[in-house]
């Protein structure tokens, strides 16, 4: 290290010296074994970043995951998943070193901005290689020491690779004195959405049985949605006669008041789980199963993802019907996906509707097969477009590991 380097960091470390205070959630036991450190700076982010780590497990099954998440982040509001998920402690020197000494990781990648100088610089010194992804110009600078020059570029510096989104960040970087060859543009992560595979004969049989008709699916669709998607597709009936509707409800117990209703309507209604049958004059499926969903994808080349026209409702996943080739319309209320729906409707591969109205028009529109064709394009350019930068930053941290291990 550069005496420059050495005093800067110095000062800053006596200045933000201290350690946070004691956490209120249990101490988690370092697994035996390699360690992968990923600390995630926003919370949109953690859905793509989970997605990548299970697909590196799937090359190297031995790697344990360690998620962190900003200090003052609440972690009720994150998901809880397959790995351990904690707060990275406060921007102090003591916290960063006690961190560090208690999970030991192989290698670190963070992911986004929110860096923080004392937990980065101490695991270079330590050997642990770095990878920043998402790269933002955005430090956490102790209070007291802002006054320091080079801590930014100190503290990029300290990465071994640095892949930014965009052209204009990756000139800022370098133009901090960043090594021109650590830093260059590449797309963020994707979620890679892997569906599983349905029983060829059922698919058949189930095609067969529809016999050519056109179909649509109204996907985890909550009670308050019930009366706009019979509205929509009674609408729809008149432009298409023969359309048939399944609709998959979000609680299991409203499948059968449900039917009644669907009785009481004069809509000629099945119940898929418990007769399995589809009769010539059926104008609505009901279904109440998830797992039933890869079915209802694949032969729907429309899906309305529900949960998402009532205000409290936040949406459901789209990327697993994207994924089977179906266009997807949604409602306005899709906030838990946000970042997700923004993409897909950028891209042409799903419509918002607000309306009973607007889902009925949009339903016969998109059942156009030219129409669908084109959405079913889009949306698949959209789950594949991150597989290569996944599958590249694998490599990188494979590379890491081995050499490491090899040392």
């Not at 955005?138 to 071994?160: E, H, M, N, V």
């Not at 023969?242 to 059968?256: G, I, P, Q, S």
Request: aromatic share 6%; net charge negative.
């Amino acid at each position: 290290m550069s005496r420059p380097r050495s005093l800067s960091l110095a000062a800053y470390r006596v200045l933000s010296w201290g350690v946070s205070n004691p956490s209120s959630q249990p101490e988690i036991q370092r697994p035996e074994g390699e360690l992968l450190w990923v600390h995630i700076n926003a919370q949109d982010r953690q859905r793509a970043v989970v997605d990548f780590c299970h697909r590196l497990q799937q090359v190297r099954p031995t790697l344990h995951v360690l998620l962190t998440v900003p200090a003052e982040a609440d972690l009720s509001l994150w998901e809880q998943g397959d790995y351990p998920l904690v707060n990275l402690p406060s921007e102090q020197a003591g916290a960063a070193r006690a961190f560090l000494d208690h999970w030991h990781p192989e290698i670190g990648l963070w992911v986004g901005g929110g860096l923080m100088p004392n937990v980065i610089t101490r695991a270079e010194e330590r050997g642990i290689p770095l990878i920043l992804i998402e790269a933002r110009v955005d430090i956490k600078i102790a209070r007291g020491a802002r006054w320091l020059p080079d801590i930014t570029r100190f503290t990029l510096d300290c990465f071994k690779t640095i892949l930014t989104t965009n052209s204009e960040t990756t000139r800022t970087i370098r133009r901090l004195g960043i090594t021109s060859g650590k830093v260059t543009d590449s797309p963020p992560l994707y979620v890679s959405p892997n569906p599983q595979p349905w029983p060829e004969d059922e698919l058949i049989e189930t095609n067969h049985a529809l016999a050519g008709r056109p179909v649509w699916l109204a996907a985890c669709v909550r009670d308050k949605e019930f009366i706009s998607i019979l509205s929509a597709h009674r609408q729809a009936l008149r432009m298409l006669p023969r359309l048939t509707l399944v609709l998959n409800v979000a609680d299991t117990a409203e499948a059968e008041p449900l039917q009644n209703r669907l009785e009481t309507m004069d809509l000629r209604c099945t119940n898929w789980d418990t007769s399995g049958q589809i009769e010539d004059n059926t104008q609505v499926i009901l279904s109440a199963h998830s797992e039933d969903l890869g079915l209802w994808h694949r032969v729907s080349p429309v899906t309305f993802m529900g949960s998402s026209l009532e205000r409290d409702a936040g949406g459901r996943d789209p990327l697993v019907a994207v994924a089977l080739g179906s266009s997807v319309i949604h409602g306005p209320f899709v906030h838990r996906h946000q970042q997700m729906y923004d993409q897909l409707d950028r891209a042409g591969a799903a419509r918002m509707v607000r309306s009973a109205t607007e889902l009925g028009d949009a339903v016969v529109e998109l059942l156009s097969p030219d129409r669908a064709a084109d959405m079913a394009l889009a949306g698949w350019q959209i789950v594949s477009e991150g597989a290569p930068q996944a599958d590249h930053l694998i490599d990188m941290v494979q590379d890491c590991l081995d050499q490491r291990s090899a040392g």
